[in-house]
């Protein structure tokens, strides 16, 4: 391996030389990382030096690079300011070259269809490898008992979860799925294994369930892949789930009746078990409305962004975007809806316009990568139901990451956070109101507008929709500041709650909040109410 960067040069220099394969791949690897082409950088004045890293990984078994990753050092014009981009270039083995016991780490050709094969090894390595730890609980929603303590501090039950759904009906009613295979609906045992899939919608949609034609929906081939009504993204997802070789498949438009109101209501609260028990969730992660496909299963073709080289006696090609890169340039990371289906999900299958990965909680997969996996450390593993979070941490960057997205319809504000929602209960013991922790609503109140923000308002009557001291009710990006230790110093605020089945009143403090858990515990006193409810304060200030 070489100790310091190997300078290439810069890169507009490098695409001239179009007579040395290398040279284009190089080229063409820049373009991609830097996300524009070398004539237009070339037109602002931009300044691309190209350098080849000491990060090479070397085949074990012969004296060949597998990979080789580029440095892009862009410096703008009248800018001093340096910003810096990774490139990798990698080979692609024969068929004859693969060491058997090595194949699965190889890089490989990505093809205008998707390789199903490869798709269902990736699910059989979860399913084998990444097993179930009998944590039910964060699907089921247990009760909750209104005058137990909330331990906001402490740390969350919600720990990594394992990436078999838990198969049980805690929907307490039959589910409502697509039977891909005679192209209709049918009501199925919630315990029945089924894919999910999220996409953006993109405005009405022709080709829905409602209540005039809901029983015909249950019609054999009344949901036809071959019917131009129905969206591009459903009609693959459809073929998708078939060639996978499972029956079910769960889509909000069709499995959702969207103008009976009742049964739409009880199916948002239960999303988060409708994506948390799906085999696998579907993600449509390109284009802008529900005609965009999923690109290399039929209705829609695949960006061609790989380049392939000849060089020295190795086809050398660019190594496609990662995972992280297309999420966040993608329009469906910006929908509010999606939010909760991307944290809920346990496993997903993420299309792009050139190829697509399967992520679970553990690891993720690239199609050009093969059966070589990346492990989860950064951002899959800070999901809502990441590691042992405190559960005011979850609750704090749930809420920072919702209110950068968009809603169509902004009556949708709660409705889209409730499977959120539900999955934080049983950890904040309480229900959630606009939004907000009742167990904790003093607290949750302190949230601060970090841009300009507008009311939410019904568009005909101009009236507000939410209350105004809820976040729900305006639109734009939020913010909780405080941090678990700041919260210490604030003062107890006790709350009364009347439950609306029972007419029974409820008191409660946010104990944990205010107990010397991470203080000095020689200056803090417990003391119970007359109605059970602990709280502490402090010897030299009663009032905290």
């Known amino acids: 391996m070489y100790e310091k960067p190997i300078p290439l040069g810069n890169i507009q220099a490098i695409s001239r030389k179009t007579e040395c394969s290398?040279?284009?791949?190089?080229?063409?690897?820049?373009?991609?990382?830097?996300?524009?082409?070398i004539e237009n950088l070339r037109s602002h004045g931009s300044h691309v030096y190209c350098e080849l890293c000491d990060d090479i990984t070397w085949n074990r078994y012969v004296t060949r690079i597998r990979f080789v990753c580029l440095k892009f050092t862009i410096t703008l014009p009248n800018e001093v300011e340096k910003s810096i981009k990774h490139g990798l270039i990698q080979q692609i083995l024969t068929s004859g070259e693969h060491p058997p016991e090595q194949s699965r780490?190889?890089?490989?050709?990505?093809?205008?269809?998707?390789?199903?094969?490869?798709?269902?090894?990736?699910l059989e390595i979860c399913k084998d490898h990444h097993g179930s730890t009998h944590l039910e609980e964060n699907v089921r929603y247990p009760e909750f008992a209104h005058d137990t303590p909330t331990d906001i501090h402490g740390h969350s039950t919600l720990v990594i979860q394992p990436c078999h759904p838990v198969l049980a009906n805690t929907m307490g009613s039959d589910l409502t799925l697509v039977d891909v295979k005679r192209e209709c609906l049918a009501d199925i045992p919630s315990n029945t294994t089924y894919i999910a899939l999220s996409y953006v919608w993109g405005g009405p949609q022709l080709f829905q369930n409602v209540r005039s034609k809901r029983k015909s929906l249950y019609n054999p081939h009344s949901i036809s892949v071959d019917d131009e009504k129905i969206p591009y993204s459903i009609r693959d997802a459809i073929r998708l789930v078939d060639r996978l070789g499972e029956k079910y498949l769960w889509v909000d438009s069709l499995c959702i009746c969207q103008d009976d109101m009742e049964n739409k209501m009880n199916q948002i609260a239960n999303m988060g078990s409708v994506y948390a028990q799906a085999l696998l969730t579907i993600i449509a992660a390109s284009g802008s409305n529900a005609n965009a496909g999923l690109p290399g299963v039929w209705t829609v073709g695949r960006k061609s962004t790989q380049r392939t080289e000849y060089v020295q006696g190795m086809i050398l090609a660019n190594e496609l975007p990662q995972l992280e890169d297309i999420i966040k340039q993608s329009y469906w990371n910006t929908r509010g809806w999606t939010y909760q289906e991307k944290e809920l999900c346990k496993r997903s299958l993420v299309f792009c316009e050139t190829h697509v990965f399967?992520?679970?909680?553990?690891?993720?997969?690239?199609e050009d990568s093969g059966l070589r996996d990346v492990a989860i450390i950064g951002s899959?593993?800070?999901?809502?139901?990441?590691?042992?979070?405190?559960?005011?941490?979850?609750?704090r960057r749930a809420v920072i990451e919702y209110t950068k997205r968009t809603i169509s319809d902004e009556s949708d504000a709660v409705n889209a956070f409730q499977g959120i929602a539900r999955l934080l209960q049983p950890a904040f013991k309480g229900d959630f109101l606009f939004g907000l922790p009742e167990t904790e609503l003093d607290i949750a109140l302190l949230w601060q507008s970090t841009s300009l923000i507008r009311r939410r308002v019904n568009p005909e009557t101009k009236k507000p929709?939410?209350?105004?001291?809820?976040?729900v009710g305006w639109a734009g990006k939020v913010i909780y500041q405080w941090t678990r230790h700041q919260l210490d110093d604030l003062c107890r605020v006790e709350w009364q709650c009347t439950d609306s089945k029972s007419g029974s009143i409820y008191f409660y403090t946010s104990d944990e909040l205010r107990a010397p858990e991470y203080g000095d515990h020689d200056h803090w006193e417990y003391k119970p109410d007359k109605r059970g409810t602990p709280y502490y304060y402090q010897h030299n200030n009663p009032d905290i």
């Open 358 to 366: 399967f992520q679970c909680n553990r690891t993720v997969f690239k």
């Open 380 to 395: 899959r593993a800070n999901k809502i139901r990441g590691e042992r979070q405190p559960i005011w941490n979850s609750y």
């Open 465 to 471: 929709l939410f209350p105004s001291w809820s976040w």
């Open 22 to 37: 290398f040279c284009r791949l190089v080229a063409h690897t820049g373009s991609q990382a830097l996300q524009e082409s």
């Open 105 to 122: 780490n190889d890089s490989r050709l990505v093809g205008d269809q998707i390789d199903l094969g490869l798709v269902k090894r990736w």
